[in-house]
């Protein structure tokens, strides 16, 4: 089973009807069993960093998550809530990722919202890349660089459009709205 949590973070419902149609099962959960028995967990995410804790933390989510050992896919605001502290309501968050997020400078619009492409594209989420593709970003928060960094953006700076760390996915795009390229995306975590 893939288990798609669910926290009261809206986008639930788009990566499972993504999942859909690639031709996979899913349940939307905040079971603790189900999701720790699943054999792929996708944590998407849209919302405010410091209420999504703290749902996470009504059903024991929050001690779950780090503890997986089978592959996670953190989605936007879940890629965020993965890292250590958010500036987004001053969040202690999951700490899977030893790194910050920030607020974008008012330098530009934010949030940042469209299609932007990638760069430093390195691990298995991003086999088979086509060079030139775009994503779709939404989000006013971004995760800095670090060690963790598997694909960047740059979009008033450059930030990390992706991380991973052992069995830990995450990016700040969203694959479930990024076409053909984001369905590949998703094919590959499926995959792993």
Known sequence: MIAIIDYNAGNVKSVQNALTRLG????ITNNVNEIKSAKKVIFPGVGE???AMQSLKTNGIDRLIPTLKQPVLGICLGQQLMCKYSEEGNTNCLSIFDVHVKRFPPKDVVPHMGWNNLSILKNELFEDWVIGSNVYFVH????????YTSAT???????????Q?????ATQFHPEKSSSIGS???QNF???
Do not use: G, M, Q, R
Request: overall charge neutral.
């Open 24 to 27: 996979y099962e899913s349940k």
């Open 140 to 147: 006013s928060y971004y995760v800095e660089l670090c060690e």
């Open 153 to 163: 953006t740059d979009y008033i700076i450059p930030f990390s459009a992706a991380l």
């Open 49 to 51: 960093a410091k209420s």
């Open 190 to 192: 499926l995959k792993l």
């Open 184 to 186: 590949k995306i998703l």
């Open 165 to 169: 760390k052992d069995n830990f996915y």
